[in-house]
């Protein structure tokens, strides 16, 4: 399995994501977000490079996980490893939360440049999209720090990626 930079992880958590989850916060963003809650995450080159296999064989030692959860940092700068990663943790039954500073539709974007992008979003259960936003602060959000990020399960995704395909066939039916 591939390395991944990580700046920590954290073995049981109970505030990022539902369950009981092993929360692995990677290292580097470009995001820089006012009032981020990890800037020290920020740094591209920071943080320490770990085999994804000795990170798995720690999340194998606790039965009690739910699953597992990628923060940051920004998790879709290191896509491909944490994709593989998800996979196996999905192979052992448990589910996987992503959080991006990238909305989804920008990761759809993305997904089109770098396929290991399509890879990790095609493995998020729940994902939590867009930037945090200090002035956009509730703390009485679920797994969220600000009202404009959406918290997006497999099926809102999937309404959103059918959207966003359907809308250029619209725009042409509607020029015909």
């Given at each position: 399995m591939p390395d991944l930079r990580v700046s920590g992880i954290v073995e049981e958590s109970v505030v990022d994501g539902p369950g009981v989850r092993f929360v692995v916060f990677t290292q580097g963003c470009e995001h820089h977000c006012p009032g981020?809650?990890?800037?020290?995450t920020h740094a591209l080159d920071g943080g320490t490079m770990m085999p994804t296999d000795a990170i798995l064989t720690r999340f194998d030692e606790d039965p009690l996980l739910s699953g597992i959860t990628f923060s940051g940092g920004e998790p879709f700068l290191q896509p491909g490893a944490?994709?593989?990663?998800?996979?196996?943790?999905?192979?052992?039954g448990k589910d996987v939360m992503v959080y991006s500073g990238f909305t989804f539709e920008q990761l759809l974007e993305r997904e089109e440049r770098d396929p290991?992008?399509?890879?990790?979003?095609?493995?998020?259960?729940?994902?939590?999209?867009?930037?945090y936003v200090e002035s956009r602060r509730d703390l009485e959000l679920e797994f969220r720090g600000s009202d404009n990020q959406r918290l997006l399960n497999r099926?809102?995704?999937?309404?959103?990626?059918?959207?966003?395909?359907?809308?250029?066939v619209a725009k042409a039916d509607a020029g015909a």
């Open positions: 981020c809650h990890n800037p020290h944490l994709a593989e990663l998800a996979e196996a943790v999905h192979a052992r290991a992008v399509g890879r990790l979003l095609a493995q998020a259960d729940i994902l939590v999209d867009g930037p099926e809102a995704m999937r309404r959103l990626r059918e959207a966003r395909d359907a809308a250029p």
